[in-house]
């Protein structure tokens, strides 16, 4: 199965700082990458489908890039209402598998 | 809007069958793919397996020789049903939809919360 391997596992960041979280998946996946953010006892919910095609509704902060084995999510003055865990989630192989998690909190 | 609601027990005995449903409202269950995924307490997420509106199903290796996943259309339901369930099997259960069966998931359930426990 793909291996998704999210770095890092967690980040402390200030209000309106920048930060990027990769994925890298054990093989090429092409662009069929997606992000997720959960909440605390949340469902996760999609901002990022196919590596860089933002959902509606998602505020234009939140970016992703990246096709092949590398990705990344990238969060642009981040605000206090951003602190989550955040997932990547291949669907090229199945079965379908999720990265580990990134948990950034806010100070 | 499409919303998903899982149901069932809170609580199963070990070695016993875990059985939930999902029921798909505001929207068919027609034309689309529908997933489980389970979370253990304060971990990540598993993908467990999908079904089609159609009965076809697909399972994670992982689960495969214990799991049976059903849609029922007239009810516009699908279910998951888990035998032989251990301690490991404890986890939040999330239903999901997706436009195929390798696809990303929108939207979730809201989750339930499944302890396997005597």
């Known amino acids: 199965e793909v291996v998704l391997t999210q770095s890092p596992d967690f980040q402390s960041v200030t209000p309106k700082q920048k930060v990027t979280i990769t994925c890298r998946a054990s093989?090429?996946?092409?662009?069929?990458l997606h992000w997720y953010q959960q909440k605390p006892d949340q469902s996760p919910k999609l901002l990022i489908k196919?590596?860089?095609q933002s959902m509606s509704g998602v505020p234009s902060r939140f970016s992703g890039g990246g096709s092949g084995t590398d990705f990344t999510l990238t969060v642009n003055s981040l605000e206090a209402e951003d602190a989550a865990t955040y997932y990547c989630h291949q669907s090229s192989f199945l079965p379908m598998t999720f990265g580990q998690g990134t948990r950034l909190d806010i100070k | 809007q499409v919303l998903l609601q899982e149901s069932g027990p809170g609580l199963v005995k070990p070695s016993e069958t875990l059985s939930l449903t999902c029921t798909v409202s505001?929207?068919?269950?027609?034309?689309?793919?529908w997933s489980w995924v389970r979370q253990p307490p304060g971990k990540g997420l598993e993908w467990i397996g999908y079904v089609y509106d159609s009965g076809s199903t697909n399972y994670n290796p992982s689960l495969k020789s214990r799991l049976t996943i059903s849609v029922d259309t007239s009810k516009n339901q699908f279910s998951l049903r888990l035998t032989s369930v251990t301690a490991a099997d404890t986890a939040v259960y999330y239903c999901?939809?997706?436009?195929?069966?390798?696809?990303?998931?929108?939207?979730w359930g809201q989750g339930n919360l499944v302890t396997v426990s005597s």
């Open positions: 999901a939809r997706s436009r195929t069966g390798r696809n990303f998931f929108d939207p």
């Open positions: 505001g929207g068919s269950i027609s034309t689309y793919c």
């Open positions: 196919y590596a860089s």
């Open positions: 093989q090429n996946i092409g662009t069929s």
